[in-house]
């Protein structure tokens, strides 16, 4: 039986731990051990992953301006995605044989920079040409990691959204406005974790409620206002009475509605119906740990947002099935694919390739579709292949790469952060992340400065009418050519036709602030992929902080809690966090 085994990460220079079960898979898969710990590797991978920024730029085709995922300094041909998935161009033409007098990483870098990536990752799109990481949109604006979406905008990782605005990890919802994780429901707006729930404000952690206002930790409720029953009619009073289309009365709600909630426990992880399971946002998991939003997984570890996936580590962004796969960066539909980015569909036994589609057999590939036995784009027999790529392996080893930082790369390593098109703060590392640019700086990665604002401002967002009453039909035209200053971050936005519409149906305020800092706003309510063992905060007859009296009689009686958890809430948050059995007792 193998035992732990503790050793410093390369990277941050803190201890981490292999553990027996960890060293059976590298076995199984053929990888060395990992020098960087598990957090690390994660951000590693978090820095390839531009998720919500898009640039104008000109293609490499034709010179004219198109929408691209990549920052016009980037180097790298770029063509627009309906050509880079055409005929008309042969990655093949960039293939070259290896050097073994010198380091792979360094030639691949090479063969990175002159093969021509796609501007955006789209796929079965309608009027939708401000979008990227997204499938089958149709009439949408600024939606990222998305697909089956229809007339919306602002909307991330979510899908089978119709009639919505500013959502973040959500599915099968409609006419929902700014909320996190809102599944499977209708009308919800400014609330966050509800699911099979209609006519909702305000309100956190709901299951199959309706008409419920400022309320937190319902089950199968209808008709409450800050988690009191009232009658049908008063609560349609209530309604009738709350301004929503003020923006002062929204903003005053929700620091009412702020305060409220953290009176209340929060259960220490999202989940359901997981087996022998740690992490964050996981749902009909089994054994899968130290992961942050995996749905229908099975003997997974370190991995973040997959789905339907099993027997893999170090796995960051899969929508479809895959299986035996280590330490990649968006790969779906895949079998044993080791080291790679961005590729999918039906992909199996690809190192080190990047933007390799419908292939096998793949070794520092770039581009290439329905391709295999290739190494560095170039053909090979499948008897060459098996030949030349343990000799490559051997030689990664003795000869590795070292980046700017010192760190040693050798042939079990994903590629250097360096290597990556994408500046950290362009990526979801900065999101779970963040750190000013002289930190970014500091540990080895880029940092790049956001375009200068090409548009003249025309109206401040202070001047917006308080009401979306106030509006005029007349003054609709108008408010929709303004450039309006976000009040936060002073950078440009505008009111967008389908927008306005959907804010005078409701009726909801026009917002005072642009679409990426009200995502930021939001994105304070999800807690990063990141997890720490702390204690349960119930006492017995209430929480630590004495701000929760317990309703309902707990199996550890009237002593604390004994339970000690792996959440990923920090311990420097100040949410009440009660462990599985408590919540449960609590809210059941």
Known sequence: MLESETKTCQSCKNNFVIEPEDFEFYQKINVPQPTWCPECRMI??????????IFRRKDSVTGKEIISEFHPEISTPIYPHTYWYGDTWDPMEYGRSYDFSR????QFKELLELVPAPSQ????????????NVSDLKNCYLCFHAGGIENSAYVVGANTIKDSFDLYHT??????YYGYMIDESYKIFFSINCEASFEVWFSKNLIGCNNCFGCINLRKKS????????????????IADFNSGSFQKILAMQEKVYAFWKNFPDRFTLGFRNVNSTGEHLQDCKNVNYSFDVHDGLDLKYCQDVTDSKDSYDHSIGWESFSLCYENNTVADAYNIKFSYKCWPNVSYLRYAIFCLSSSHLFG???????????FNKQYTKEEYKELVPKIIKHMDDMPYIDKMGRIYKFGEFFPPEFSPFAYNETIAQDFFPLTKEEIEEKGFLYREAPVNEYQITMKAEDLPDAIEDLSKDATDQILKEVIECIECKRAYRIIEMELSFYRRIPLPLPRSCYKCRFAQLFKFVNPPKFWKRKCHCTGTESENNLYKNTAEHIHGTEPCPIIMDTSYAPE???IVYCEKCYQQEVA
């Open 223 to 238: 008709y409450c206002i800050f988690n009191k029953q009232v009658s049908k009619e008063e609560y349609l009073d209530f």
């Open 121 to 132: 990752s789209v796929m079965n799109i309608i009027n939708s040409e401000y979008n990227n």
């Open 171 to 176: 599915k099968n919802a409609e006419l929902c």
């Open 573 to 575: 948050k100040t949410e």
């Open 44 to 53: 590693r991978r978090f820095v390839w992953r531009n998720e919500r920024t």
């Open 103 to 106: 380091p792979f990483f360094e």
């Open 365 to 375: 590939c770039v581009g290439l579709r329905k391709k295999e036995y290739c190494i």
